[in-house]
């Protein structure tokens, strides 16, 4: 089990493998994203307190979320890094940090937009809104972290633990809603009852995660593609795969 | 017809405004992603025929 993982995880076999996977999540990408928005647009009923506002919903739930799970992955990652010092996981945070900065730049930009004409306001300092803030300075300060720490011994690791360090703003994110009394809204649908929504509203929702998902993989495997051509420019196998170009 | 879901009851800037920059930054890190990949792609293939020489 863990030799065969290794070997998928190797830059030459995993740049091998990926690319099929990357097509096809492109095509449900774009099958999702088409099917999502339409439905979410179009086919799904006003909200009867919030009418057709709440149509911001299919762009901000999904970025949020995205916000959250990229950032676990990447947490994960560090996590191999530091018990297995997994070469491939730094490669992963790499590509994914600035993925996980869009989902959160996003769902702050859409929260915002979609907070004027519910709240009255652009933005407040309340718990959710804040600890997605501080997760926004999380993946700049690793990004930033990476550049600066560029071609310097043992620099994943530090990357690594500034990533574990930074998890401690997941739950808050999360849970930020049931522990403060805070303006934004307490959660509809991650939650362990039944969700609170519409089937009507719920179900173009889940089309979007799904294509929210989708293209996270998708550029996710692009990314990673690229600094594994970057990494491994000196091996052999690397002038195959030019010559296939 | 097409002014109702433009405007969206009132709410249709915010609505169209949110799915724009939704769309916007997505189609920014495939645009920067690319960008990046050719990058690479140019010094690697000029990596690889310096050590041939």
């Known amino acids: 089990m863990w030799a065969l993982l290794y070997k998928l995880a190797s830059p030459k076999t995993f740049y091998q493998w990926s690319r099929p996977l990357m097509y096809g999540f492109a095509l449900l990408t774009i099958v999702f994203l088409t099917i999502g928005i339409f439905s979410g647009l179009f086919l799904a009923p006003a909200d009867y307190q919030q009418g057709d506002a709440f149509r911001i919903i299919y762009i901000h739930v999904p970025s949020a979320f995205m916000s959250l799970f990229v950032y676990a992955i990447m947490s994960f990652c560090a996590l191999l890094i530091v018990v297995w010092k997994f070469k491939m996981a730094d490669v992963v945070i790499k590509a994914a940090a600035p993925l996980g900065a869009s989902f959160t730049l996003l769902a702050l930009v859409t929260g915002s937009i979609w907070g004027k004409p519910m709240w009255g306001t652009w933005w407040i300092w309340d718990a959710r809104l804040t600890s997605e803030l501080i997760l926004l300075f999380l993946y700049v300060g690793v990004m930033a972290l990476q550049t600066s720490l560029k071609n310097k011994p043992r620099s994943e690791v530090i990357v690594a633990i500034m990533v574990l360090i930074g998890f401690v703003d997941i739950p808050i994110v999360h849970y930020s809603v049931s522990w403060w009394n805070t303006l934004h809204q307490g959660a509809t649908i991650l939650k362990f009852a039944k969700p609170s929504i519409s089937s009507n509203m719920l179900y173009p929702l889940l089309i979007m995660l799904m294509a929210f998902i989708s293209y996270f993989v998708t550029m996710m495997l692009y990314r990673t593609r690229t600094e594994i051509l970057w990494r491994e420019r000196k091996s052999t196998w690397i002038k195959n795969v030019l010559g296939d170009l | ?53």
């Open chain 2, 1 to 53: 017809m097409l002014a109702e879901v433009f405007s969206m009851n009132g709410y249709g800037v915010y609505v169209w405004a949110s799915y724009g920059i939704a769309f916007a930054i997505l189609g920014l890190n495939v645009f920067l992603a690319r960008g990046y990949r050719k990058k690479v792609l140019s010094k690697v293939i000029l990596n690889s025929t310096n050590t041939q020489d």
